[in-house]
């Protein structure tokens, strides 16, 4: 399947998906989850995974690119939060928008408080919140500082979160830097080197569900979980919790 078909048969599955039931977040979340396997299918990008997939709380992971949104909304339903700008990317933030996710706008200081609201709301339902408390994509050198204010409605909520993180394997050695999105690349540019790039994995580990008493606390242990499950860049063995993207549903 063509990546143009693939965006065609995800339009015509969110226009049934309209006309069957009402359209109620969840059923947003998996739709996004549907365009989203559709999508990486149509790209051939290969996906690994390990650990349990949440599916609910709050889970908070690293970000290299644009396309993290397309790997994690292929594996789970859920619901990302993203800055304002991913909204306006061509198709791609008509998507998101479509499957219910939450956009930050950085230039009102009170918008920050109006998503941590609606967190707050959606931790109530059986679909996982997916944040990147980096606060943006990096070259994958570095884990950067996590941002703690939205942590804070999983805390007041005494709601799980789940530490994920995920890594690019390209074939024959070449860094995972040359899929990161990072700096002053242009997003259709980086996009098409992406399409261009064959043979290479994405794998997403999933620590366990931790309930913190602080945001603070949550923001240090995840960002230390997530910066340790990162940390062998070398081959790893195939665990008997390490499966496929087709085993996960």
């Known amino acids: 399947m063509t990546l143009g078909v693939a965006l065609a048969a995800c339009i015509a599955h969110y226009w049934l998906m309209r006309l069957r039931a009402p359209y109620t977040l969840e059923r947003r979340a998996l739709w996004l989850h549907f365009a989203c ?16 997939v949440p599916t ?4 908070v992971a690293n970000h290299l690119s644009h396309i993290d ?3 994690l909304g292929a594996i789970m339903p859920c619901f990302f939060v993203a800055k304002a700008e991913v909204g306006s990317w061509p198709y791609f933030g008509r998507a998101a928008q479509s499957g219910g996710a939450l956009f930050i706008d950085r230039s009102r200081r009170s918008s920050a408080d109006e998503v941590a609201r609606e967190i707050a709301q959606r931790l109530k339902l059986s679909v996982p919140v997916l944040l990147f408390p980096e606060g943006t994509s990096t070259d994958g050198s570095v884990v950067l500082r996590f941002h703690t204010g939205l942590f804070e409605p999983a805390v007041a909520a005494r709601a799980p ?8 394997v390209i074939d024959g050695g070449i860094p995972e830097r040359e899929l990161c999105w990072f700096g002053d690349a242009l997003f259709l540019p980086h996009l098409l080197r992406v399409l261009r790039t064959k043979g290479f994995c994405a794998e997403v ?4 569900p931790r309930v913190y008493a602080s945001r603070r606390m949550a923001a ?3 960002h230390g979980e997530i910066a340790a499950m990162r940390g062998d860049a070398g ?3 195939e665990p008997d919790d390490v499966r496929s993207l087709s085993q996960v549903e």
Do not use: D, N, S
């Open 37 to 52: 396997r559709r999508v990486m299918a149509a790209m051939g990008v290969a996906c690994r995974v390990e650990g349990q």
């Open 56 to 59: 609910h709380g709050l889970v």
């Open 69 to 71: 949104i397309v790997i």
């Open 161 to 168: 979160v789940t530490a994920a993180a995920i890594r690019y």
């Open 205 to 208: 580990h999933f620590g366990a």
């Open 220 to 222: 240090q242990a995840t």
């Open 235 to 237: 081959p790893r063995p």
